[in-house]
């Protein structure tokens, strides 16, 4: 308690609160344009940081890598373009607010649940850091593949009502992570002669080109829209920051505490605690059935889990020198820069640095709320845009950071490309989010179990310790129940569709 007191005492300047503030409205706009990312946010700041103290420096980074977190929900909010890869879940009813003349609601949601998400995942570095970083100690291949596999079952209640066409673009999109060289044996795969696919499709360029380009195909070939006209209810609405800070409290505790956990397991991510935390709440929210119509709380889903992972992801970054992000490397060769070198004694001799750090990491937070929450509903104006130059923007935003964040032409033709796939996908009613799921576990399901079988020297035995490792049997069960329940509910709508019939 009295280093936190004594972090409270150092962060408390007029600097560090100054250059926390500019760092996160920072943050928030690198976050917004798609393409960019807390990778490329936090490796623009580092040559400005070598002024600063330690303490200054680390929290500028921090706050920034928490704003862009929450800065991809802007753009995939507006105009279904995750701003990072993470912000991809978002979209599923937080762009059809937007479609319903609700993009203001949806953007206040989505900084409330992230305020809610940094907040707690903070707490959780500050109280449980030791006891986390041990619990990451003990995942191995096994850990990893059961809670990749347990990720994948998502993908049953993602299917929407073809259940068939969802299986196939799940399929397709493991099929997907299989494309480059084999990591294990080196054997090419689906590579077609061309060397840039031999370290695998970029998957930001893949989700842009899903999610973003196909947008527009759609726009200009069948006239669509890509926003709502606001509503009167909209219009009347009264904001209430302290309504909307308590409007969803189960679902901030348990989204965030998913991001925590995900986040402490290195090579996880957002993108996986994202998808988690919108199944479960799809299970257990009053309104789940209705995810992806529109949903608020969907968008609160999210924003808590794609938050809390910033916590946790400093816990083996901090405790065990072990980054397990693109941006926790950045992080942590920036600690390395001014001196500082992850471990125990980073909590001890280096305790007047590493606490005030954290505490600020709070006031990052609540910086956060209060630009997201008054500022970010100005960028509603991008609604009132004529189409045709709203799709040449977001085209133009596009290539740029495809380009900037893989500094090749390739990846940008693969967002094309992928962006005609994706259009014709949807034309013929197969949903895209099963695709970029296989994509994103597919990769980690394939490591996991490869890495497995190799450590346990067989198959067999890799498949019996998945059942008796204690950590891994949790994941696998709550695998059986997750299948379960989908199977379940497929034959109980069948059944309703069977008796409606008969009844008419």
């Not at 347990?150 to 494309?179: E, H, N, R």
């Not at 299970?283 to 789940?288: A, F, H, L, M, Y």
């Not at 100005?378 to 500094?407: D, E, Q, S």
């Amino acid at each position: 308690m009295s280093n936190i007191i004594m972090g409270f005492q150092q962060v408390m300047t007029v600097e560090n609160l100054v250059l926390c503030l500019a760092s996160t409205v920072y943050g928030i706009f690198i976050g917004a344009m798609p393409g960019l990312g807390p990778t490329i946010g936090m490796t623009l700041l580092i040559p400005l940081t070598f002024g600063m103290n330690r303490t200054t420096a680390l929290l500028v980074l921090a706050a920034c890598y928490c704003a862009t977190q929450y800065g991809g929900s802007i753009s995939a909010i507006l105009l279904k373009t995750p701003g990072t890869g993470a912000a991809a879940a978002t979209t599923f009813d937080g762009h059809q607010m937007t479609l319903k003349g609700r993009a203001g609601e949806a953007l206040d949601e989505a900084a409330v649940a992230s305020f809610w998400g940094g907040m707690l995942s903070v707490v959780a570095l500050l109280c449980i850091a030791p006891p986390l970083a041990r619990f990451a100690l003990k995942f191995s291949a096994q850990e990893y593949f059961s809670v990749a596999v347990f990720g994948l079952t998502i993908i049953a209640s993602l299917c929407g009502k073809d259940v068939w066409k969802g299986l196939i673009a799940g399929v397709l999109g493991i099929l997907l992570g299989c494309v480059g060289i084999d990591p294990f044996n080196g054997f090419k795969r689906f590579t077609f002669g061309m060397y840039q696919l031999e370290s695998g499709l970029q998957t930001l360029a893949v989700m842009t080109g899903l999610f973003s380009i196909s947008r527009i195909f759609k726009l200009i070939l069948n006239k669509s829209s890509f926003s709502g006209k606001q509503t009167a209810a909209e219009e009347k609405r009264r904001r209430s920051l302290f309504r909307d800070l308590f409007r969803y409290p189960v679902t901030y505790l348990r989204s965030s505490i998913i991001g925590i956990l995900i986040g402490i397991m290195p090579a996880a991510g957002a993108n996986i605690a994202t998808f988690i935390s919108y199944d479960l709440g799809k299970r257990s929210c009053p309104e789940g059935k209705d995810f992806g119509t529109g949903i608020r709380e969907g968008v609160a889903c999210c924003e808590a889990s794609n938050n809390g992972v910033t916590g946790g992801a400093l816990v083996p970054t901090l405790t065990l020198g072990i980054p397990g992000s693109p941006p926790m490397a950045i992080f942590m060769s920036a600690m390395v820069l001014h001196g500082l070198q992850p471990g125990y004694e980073l909590f001890s001799v280096q305790a007047t640095t590493i606490y005030p750090f954290m505490v600020g990491l709070f006031i990052a937070n609540i910086f956060m709320l209060l630009v997201g929450y008054f500022t970010a509903r100005r960028f509603t104006i991008v609604t009132k845009v004529p189409n045709n130059i709203l799709a040449a923007v977001i085209v133009i935003l596009c290539v740029t950071g495809i380009y900037a964040a893989t500094n090749s032409m390739f990846n940008v033709y693969v967002m094309l490309f992928f962006g005609v796939v994706g259009y014709f996908l949807e034309k013929y009613n197969f949903n895209v989010v099963p695709l970029v799921l296989g994509l994103l576990l597919g990769i980690l399901t394939e490591k996991g179990m490869m890495q497995g079988i190799a450590l346990e020297r067989g198959g067999w035995n890799f498949c019996v310790s998945l059942f008796t490792r204690p950590i891994s049997l949790v994941f696998m069960l709550l695998t059986f129940l997750s299948l379960g329940s989908a199977i379940f509910n497929m034959v109980r709508t069948k059944g309703n569709h069977l008796s409606e019939e008969e009844d008419d």
